[in-house]
């Protein structure tokens, strides 16, 4: 799945931070002769639209197999004006789980909220 990584998104590690990703597992994956399961990429952010990626076959001198990736919507990250105008606390709990570098900021209004007036 490096390889997808790599061909999708660049060689440079640091410039995938931010992006993001759906796994699955997929008992079906080997190790040498044994299947052991090992996770599968399904989606990508950060691509224009559907993609298919040569990675490594199974044993050595195995062909290259075509591996399909689509593009992975992703929803723009809360600004601190939002979070502070915010009285919805199930937005605020999708926030929480989608954002967290955010999540300080989000406790804090969650805290505003249940005090007492």
Known sequence: MLDVLARCW???GKAWVGRSLTL???PEVTFGKDKVGGIRISH???IDGPTTVPIRGRGQ???KIQWPV???ETVAAPTEADIAASTDTNQLR???TGHPHLQ???KARVDQLKAPE
């Open 44 to 46: 990508l952010s950060h």
């Open 94 to 96: 999708t926030w929480w």
């Open 24 to 26: 699955y597992n997929d």
């Open 70 to 72: 689509k593009p992975l």
């Open 61 to 63: 001198g195995a062909r």
């Open 104 to 106: 300080d900021t989000i």
């Open 10 to 12: 660049g060689t440079d």
